[in-house]
């Protein structure tokens, strides 16, 4: 963290003081994961596919994640260029993370599959998805 700015990055990429750890998972509960994260960059994708799924993305290093049951549970779709990775349980078509295209590199966990969170509660940012290239090339509320 610099200068105690509690926004500035932790060495574990968590947003300092205000990362906690979270558990969660599928409806029918195969599917179960951790995620260390702040849930102050929680954001809202207007998209086909977020739309229609009504994800809340929350994007965090692989470090920050863990999956803790289900993976023979899991099953993948791709559309459109096929860099993300749309995971889901194949039993109850829940969608608790994935692989997303703006990073390849992280995991996005589905905020609405954590458990215990408020949602009415957080600061959610909007990101304009139906027009993902022109959005990317300006400011990314997660980045």
């Not at 993948?76 to 993300?84: D, E, K």
Request: net charge negative.
């Amino acid at each position: 963290m610099e200068d105690g700015n509690p926004a500035a990055l932790a060495s574990d990429g968590t947003r300092g003081m205000t990362a906690k750890t979270y558990e969660g998972g599928c409806h029918c509960g195969r599917v179960r994961f951790r995620v260390t994260a702040d849930l102050s960059d929680v954001t809202e994708c207007n998209c086909s596919i977020c739309t229609k799924k009504g994800f809340l993305h929350l994007i965090v290093a692989p470090e920050q994640f863990e999956l803790l049951s289900g993976t023979d549970a899991l099953t993948t779709y791709r559309f459109n260029t096929g860099v993300a990775q749309h995971t889901f349980c194949a039993t109850c078509g829940i969608h608790p993370f994935y692989v997303p295209r703006s990073d390849p590199d992280k995991i996005d966990v589905n905020v609405r599959c954590l458990d215990g969170v408020d949602l009415a509660a957080l600061d959610v940012k909007q990101f304009d998805g139906r027009n993902w290239e022109h959005a990317m090339a300006g400011r990314v509320p997660w980045r």
